[in-house]
């Protein structure tokens, strides 16, 4: 079947800031107040650094923690484990980014085999890109595209098009295009957000606005899911400039309406919430209160796993700390570790650390860093259950990836804990 494609003007560039957004799965909290990451200028030696919170890493320490989970991540065997243990790798690697030390990143880039390594090339040719350094930009594009002869098809699409976006910020439509050409469903539309996540401060013109939305409400149309997701997250990019329109508005939000109701329930929770917290950070918190309902209604008219419960409830109290409302997330978080202990019997094991990982993350933007801490601790605890080494592994990654992203300061219980769990990580794997 054919599928409705956005005009090349815009699938150069729309999912850049939608993707790095999402990345990192549970942890997608910004730091508290205070714990910023670790700017460029303040790596090279310019400027102060931030005052840091009690209870919460500095820069240095936050390093620390994901060049451990780096390390955890490749003891994983590489026979017979490797895309786990290059998945795990990618999460470290690119979680460097997220603290602002994507050198680091692509300095780790290169220990990691197959597709991801071109993916993580691809992500701090990204940064280096919206940096304003193109030279540099255009050097870790290139080795992202290197690794393309070894992959498979789809792995191969995915590489082409995370450069296409690179190229799209960098102005440079006809190497992005060249990219982004014949590639499936999938991936149609992370070139778009690109663009229209760069031109977040310009005033779009009447026809290209226009364009762009009846290629979305096209999409919608097809009921596919590739093209039904892809369209929510290059609109999620045109948005912020159609707020002061309100024209634009109300077509926007109905398009967005229309696109979420499609969707799964955890995306529609997910989509509801980055759209309160875009409205709080723009001063809207009655627009947001309202998004934040309407996720709270999605949750609580649905049938869920006691994890997955935990793990929404939890994205829904982070947006309502930003939007201003710390005790009614407090409250939610009191209530969805209760439903955790109520039903961790019931949870596999594997599937334990997550929750508590998002209600830990929940907590750090609360700046409550003894209750944060504390829940990691319980996610380390939790995550270090099962037989094999590798789902302990990987639980240990992704929890050192979670406090170092928050900001979240470890201590000595959760030092040693973490000791442990890396001195039993032998076979069976």
């Given at each position: 079947?054919?599928?409705?494609?956005?005009?090349?003007?815009?699938?150069?560039?729309?999912?850049?800031?939608?993707?790095?957004?999402?990345?990192?799965?549970?942890?997608?909290?910004?730091?508290?107040?205070?714990?910023?990451?670790?700017?460029?200028?303040?790596?090279?030696?310019?400027?102060?650094?931030?005052?840091?919170?009690?209870?919460?890493?500095?820069?240095?320490?936050?390093?620390?923690?994901?060049?451990?989970?780096?390390?955890?991540?490749?003891?994983?065997?590489?026979?017979?484990?490797?895309?786990?243990?290059?998945?795990?790798?990618?999460?470290?690697?690119?979680?460097?980014?997220?603290?602002?030390?994507?050198?680091?990143?692509?300095?780790?880039?290169?220990?990691?085999?197959?597709?991801?390594?071109?993916?993580?090339?691809?992500?701090?040719?990204?940064?280096?890109?919206?940096?304003?350094?193109?030279?540099?930009?255009?050097?870790?594009?290139?080795?992202?595209?290197?690794?393309?002869?070894?992959?498979?098809?789809?792995?191969?699409?995915?590489?082409?098009?995370?450069?296409?976006?690179?190229?799209?910020?960098?102005?440079?439509?006809?190497?992005?295009?060249?990219?982004?050409?014949?590639?499936?469903?999938?991936?149609?539309?992370r070139v778009a957000a690109a663009r229209a996540g760069k031109g977040a401060g310009e005033s779009f013109s009447k026809e290209y606005?226009?364009?762009?939305?009846?290629?979305?409400?096209?999409?919608?149309?097809?009921?596919?899911?590739?093209?039904?997701?892809?369209?929510?997250?290059?609109?999620?990019?045109?948005?912020?400039?159609?707020?002061?329109?309100?024209?634009?508005?109300?077509?926007?939000?109905?398009?967005?309406?229309?696109?979420?109701?499609?969707?799964?329930?955890?995306?529609?929770?997910?989509?509801?919430?980055?759209?309160?917290?875009?409205?709080?950070?723009?001063?809207?918190?009655?627009?947001?209160?309202?998004?934040?309902?309407?996720?709270?209604?999605?949750?609580?008219?649905?049938?869920?796993?006691?994890?997955?419960?935990?793990?929404?409830?939890?994205?829904?109290?982070?947006?309502?700390?930003?939007?201003?409302?710390?005790?009614?997330?407090?409250?939610?978080?009191?209530?969805?570790?209760?439903?955790?202990?109520?039903?961790?019997?019931?949870?596999?094991?594997?599937?334990?650390?997550?929750?508590?990982?998002?209600?830990?993350?929940?907590?750090?933007?609360?700046?409550?860093?003894?209750?944060?801490?504390?829940?990691?601790?319980?996610?380390?605890?939790?995550?270090?259950?099962?037989?094999?080494?590798?789902?302990?592994?990987?639980?240990?990654?992704?929890?050192?990836?979670?406090?170092?992203?928050?900001?979240?300061?470890?201590?000595?219980?959760?030092?040693?804990?973490?000791?442990?769990?890396?001195?039993?990580?032998?076979?069976?794997?």
């Amino acid at each position: 079947m054919h599928s409705p494609r956005l005009q090349p003007a815009s699938i150069l560039l729309a999912l850049a800031l939608a993707t790095s957004a999402t990345a990192f799965g549970d942890d997608r909290p910004a730091a508290a107040p205070g714990v910023g990451a670790a700017p460029s200028a303040q790596a090279a030696g310019g400027g102060a650094a931030p005052a840091v919170l009690p209870g919460f890493a500095d820069p240095q320490a936050r390093r620390a923690m994901l060049e451990t989970a780096f390390e955890v991540a490749s003891t994983i065997p590489a026979e017979g484990q490797a895309r786990d243990r290059a998945r795990m790798q990618a999460i470290a690697a690119e979680a460097f980014i997220a603290i602002g030390v994507p050198d680091r990143a692509a300095m780790l880039a290169s220990s990691i085999d197959g597709w991801r390594r071109g993916e993580v090339f691809a992500a701090t040719a990204l940064e280096a890109a919206k940096a304003g350094k193109a030279d540099e930009a255009r050097m870790l594009a290139k080795r992202a595209l290197g690794v393309v002869p070894k992959v498979l098809d789809w792995q191969r699409e995915r590489i082409n098009v995370s450069v296409a976006r690179v190229y799209a910020w960098l102005g440079d439509d006809g190497e992005a295009a060249k990219l982004e050409k014949g590639v499936g469903e999938p991936e149609m539309g992370r070139v778009a957000a690109a663009r229209a996540g760069k031109g977040a401060g310009e005033s779009f013109s009447k026809e290209y606005f226009d364009t762009q939305m009846a290629a979305l409400e096209e999409w919608i149309t097809t009921k596919n899911f590739d093209l039904v997701r892809n369209s929510m997250e290059v609109a999620f990019e045109f948005y912020p400039n159609c707020l002061g329109d309100p024209e634009r508005r109300t077509r926007i939000e109905a398009l967005m309406a229309a696109a979420n109701a499609q969707l799964a329930y955890d995306l529609r929770i997910a989509n509801l919430t980055r759209t309160a917290e875009l409205l709080a950070s723009r001063g809207e918190q009655a627009a947001a209160r309202v998004a934040i309902e309407k996720a709270g209604e999605v949750l609580a008219s649905n049938t869920w796993l006691t994890e997955d419960a935990v793990y929404q409830a939890s994205v829904i109290a982070r947006a309502k700390v930003r939007n201003g409302d710390g005790e009614a997330a407090r409250k939610d978080l009191e209530a969805a570790l209760a439903r955790y202990d109520a039903g961790r019997t019931g949870v596999v094991d594997i599937y334990r650390a997550r929750p508590l990982r998002a209600v830990a993350a929940a907590y750090a933007e609360l700046k409550d860093a003894d209750a944060a801490r504390a829940t990691y601790l319980r996610a380390l605890e939790d995550g270090s259950t099962n037989p094999n080494a590798r789902p302990r592994a990987e639980a240990l990654v992704e929890t050192l990836v979670s406090m170092a992203r928050t900001g979240v300061a470890p201590d000595a219980a959760v030092d040693a804990k973490v000791a442990a769990i890396r001195a039993g990580l032998v076979a069976p794997w």
